[in-house]
């Protein structure tokens, strides 16, 4: 049965089941994944994943996590690329429900959208499984996400930091109808509200790309040169970011004069390279191996009969370049 129960992973948590998955597939502690496969509840189960876009770096490892995992507990999976888009992630989740798998794991690009979809996953009685964004309607198992908001709230707390807490700052921000996007907003903007009211945001609204966010950001400079500070919804956005800086002749690193503060979302391998470069001032950081890892246990634990958490919530960590090369940092582990 279900329990109602909102956990959060540490970092600590993740090392450990880290730590735990490698002792699993280390074949000479017999162990391995064929040993692991056949005591694991998720043994021949057919998976289907519709992600949200495997043009974003972050979700390639998210989805490329799954995979293994998925390998080693013996169940098929099937991975549809969501390209970012709804309308696409509309036709696979029907065109998924009409092929039966054991469990949907599903990532919307606007929940919103995708009710009917998951009406019909509810109707065919397919397990449904949730990463990062929840429709208004609908049953599901497990969620589990970032917390956005907390997210926000930290950038905030960077661009403060970086600013001396007065000026203007660009936020460079998702699609408008996402959830995360609208939680990394909604945080961003209580916490300037409550704590910094020197600070004046302007918003632009790049849809998660680097060329929009490359052409908002020369188009702001344009209105108002004298920006103080410069914080995008995710990583990908900043390589626009930086192009139009440098587009502009803006970019100047950390201590050189007229240096303007970048601060980045996700903790990808080129957003820690940025900040060691010192194009980037700092990131928040999300996990997805811990997000990937958390879902696909609730996925076992649903099918072995044991307690589901039915939501996670993974909290964010603060990159800078003090600790841009911690072995905690995701984007350490891909290299």
């Known amino acids: 049965m279900d329990i109602n129960r909102t956990m959060t992973t540490t970092r600590r948590m993740f090392l450990s089941l880290a730590a735990g998955a490698a002792a699993l597939t280390m074949g000479s502690a017999g162990f391995g994944t064929a040993a692991l496969a056949q005591e694991s509840a998720l043994k021949g189960k057919s998976l289907a994943y519709i992600a949200f876009g495997l043009q974003y770096e972050y979700q390639v490892t998210l989805v490329e996590h799954v995979k293994k995992l998925a390998a080693e507990k013996g169940m098929t999976i099937s991975v549809y690329d969501g390209k970012g888009d709804a309308s696409t992630q509309t036709t696979q989740l029907l065109d998924v429900v009409s092929k039966q798998p054991d469990i949907i794991l599903l990532?919307?690009?606007?929940?919103?959208?995708?009710?009917?979809?998951?009406?019909?996953?509810?109707?065919?009685?397919?397990?449904?499984?949730?990463?990062?964004?929840?429709?208004?309607?609908?049953?599901?198992?497990?969620?589990?996400?970032?917390?956005?908001?907390?997210?926000?709230?930290?950038?905030?707390?960077?661009?403060?930091?970086?600013?001396?807490?007065?000026?203007?700052?660009l936020e460079v921000r998702g699609a408008i109808g996402s959830g995360q996007s609208e939680k990394r907003y909604k945080g961003f903007h209580d916490q300037m509200d409550a704590k910094y009211p020197d600070i004046k945001i302007e918003t632009l609204k790049a849809e998660w790309t680097a060329d929009n966010a490359q052409t908002l950001t020369v188009d702001a400079f344009t209105r108002d040169p004298n920006v103080a500070a410069i914080w995008a919804h995710n990583d990908e956005m900043i390589r626009g970011v930086v192009s139009a800086l440098r587009q502009i002749d803006r970019l100047k690193k950390p201590g050189e004069e007229g240096h303007i503060p970048v601060i980045g979302f996700d903790g990808t391998p080129l957003g820690l390279q940025r900040i060691r470069e010192g194009t980037q001032d700092a990131d928040v950081g999300q996990n997805p191996f811990s997000m990937g890892t958390s879902i696909v246990g609730e996925m076992e634990n649903h099918f072995a009969g044991k307690p589901v958490a039915k939501e996670t919530l993974i909290q964010p960590v603060m990159i800078w370049k003090e600790n841009v090369d911690s072995t905690d940092n995701w984007g350490n582990m891909v290299k």
């Open 107 to 169: 990532n919307p690009v606007d929940a919103t959208l995708l009710q009917g979809g998951v009406r019909k996953a509810n109707e065919s009685k397919i397990p449904l499984f949730m990463l990062e964004n929840l429709p208004p309607e609908g049953e599901w198992v497990a969620y589990n996400t970032f917390d956005d908001v907390a997210g926000g709230a930290a950038a905030a707390d960077a661009v403060a930091k970086l600013t001396g807490g007065k000026g203007l700052v």
